[in-house]
């Protein structure tokens, strides 16, 4: 019979607070854009929190942060868990936050009890899961897997005009950036905790979700070129009103997701910006950001040549000038099989109701799929939602899911 393991929620939650109150805006918002001065402070309270669990540090060039506890198996790869804590302009204080404060609490539950891992656990605070300041999510994982190139990574700017390597500047980061790419076979596997942000785990009262699948992102961005003009003087056949493009290249985006023949498909014009944006003047440009998911990468693709078929044909009829970037098209994950019923068999002995899932939403433990087996353990949020500033998880939710990510790193790092 195994020692039983003890999760510390007061003091886990103590914690969890104490990150949210790090952020640009007032409580019980948490903003944290990458590399702005809430996320370096963060980043400086977990590691803290990271080297008083006894763990070694290591940082990479874009700023991946690495907790390792050695084991007494040098040669096997190490067990990987972690999450992120950046997040975007108005959000909450779990997501991310619960995979990263709670494997820290997980791990000093298994040093309470005297645990010494065979196999290294490593936790993986990633750099800028959310697309906040390059528009671009889990840049830190990517780079990691090797997903993105070189020359994608110099063209990256955020709407100051800055280049990540201003902000590596900033966050006092150096070395070269291709040494972030991780070696095949650094990690004998992945599981990272997660709020759920979606409402199944709450409305079938379950206290954990298991991740099989995690549905695969893509997001274009477009920008549009139009002729402006004095809303009164410019005659309606005169004109190339950027904003008229844009509205029916987004109700393209609703069509193709409809009408792609998989349930999974969805398609969401989340931004759609015009200059000059005056009440009397023709709108000469629009800036377009489309997200598409489906965990089927074959009508995802499909609903892809779609979108951009009609935005061509749009801009055409419409005399509009038309740049069309695909920001990125990432394939779907499968979770390892042999993980997941780990999982499940955890749940079973420590009796913790659990039920298998898709991940909707993405993670970065989609880009660790490509490197080492993965999973990923979910935890209800009230009514799914999430990045708002009233996401919500309660501290017995968060106990069983730093229980169950615990549990599961004890038998795999044995
Ligand atoms: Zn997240």
Redesign the pocket.
């Known amino acids: 019979m195994t020692t039983p393991l003890k999760i510390d929620i007061g003091r886990l939650q103590g914690e969890i607070d104490s990150l949210a109150l790090i952020s640009e805006n007032p409580p019980p918002v948490v903003t944290r854009v990458l590399f702005s001065e809430a996320d370096l402070a963060a980043r400086a309270r977990v590691k803290d929190l990271c080297r008083e669990a006894g763990l070694a540090l290591r940082e990479d060039a874009v700023g991946n942060i690495f907790a390792h506890w050695e084991g007494t198996r040098r040669a096997a790869p190490a067990i990987a868990t972690g999450?992120?804590i950046d997040a975007i302009p108005n959000a909450g204080k779990y997501?991310?936050v619960v995979g990263v404060l709670g494997a820290i609490e997980a791990i000093r539950a298994l040093r309470r009890i005297g645990f010494q891992p065979g196999r290294a656990i490593e936790l993986i605070v990633f750099t800028a899961?959310e697309p906040t300041r390059f528009g671009i999510g889990c840049l830190g994982s990517r780079m990691m897997a090797g997903a993105l190139a070189r020359e994608k990574i110099a063209s990256l700017r955020d709407s100051d005009g800055r280049d990540l390597e201003f902000w590596r500047r900033q966050a006092a980061l150096g070395g070269d950036l291709d040494s972030v790419r991780l070696r095949d076979g650094a990690f004998g596997g992945f599981v990272e905790l997660?709020i759920e942000q979606g409402p199944m785990l709450e409305r079938e009262n379950l206290a954990i979700g298991i991740v099989e699948k995690i549905a695969g992102p893509s997001s274009l961005r477009l920008r549009l070129t139009g002729v402006g003009g004095h809303a009164g003087a410019v005659l309606m056949p005169e004109r190339h009103d950027a904003l008229l493009a844009g509205a029916e290249i987004a109700l393209a985006v609703e069509k193709a997701a409809l009408s792609s023949g998989s349930p999974d498909t969805v398609g969401t014009t989340g931004v759609l910006r015009i200059e000059p944006g005056a009440v009397n003047s023709v709108p000469c440009r629009a800036l377009l950001e489309i997200d598409l998911r489906d965990t089927n990468p074959v009508t995802r693709d499909a609903a892809l040549a779609q979108i951009e078929a009609a935005a061509e044909r749009t801009c055409h009829q419409r005399g509009i000038g038309l740049e069309l970037e695909r920001v990125n098209v990432d394939a779907p994950a499968l979770c390892d099989p042999g993980l997941v019923e780990l999982i499940s068999r955890v749940c079973q002995d420590l009796e913790v109701s659990s039920r298998k899932l898709i991940s909707r939403a993405y993670?970065d433990t989609l880009f660790m799929a490509r490197m080492c087996p993965v999973t990923m353990i979910f935890i209800p949020c009230r009514g799914g939602v999430s990045h708002r500033p009233d996401e919500y998880a309660g501290p017995e939710q968060i106990q069983k899911g730093v229980l169950v990510l615990a549990e599961t790193l004890r038998r795999l790092a044995e």
Do not use: L
Request: charged fraction near 30%; avoid cysteine.
């Open positions: 999450s992120h997501d991310g899961e997660h993670h």
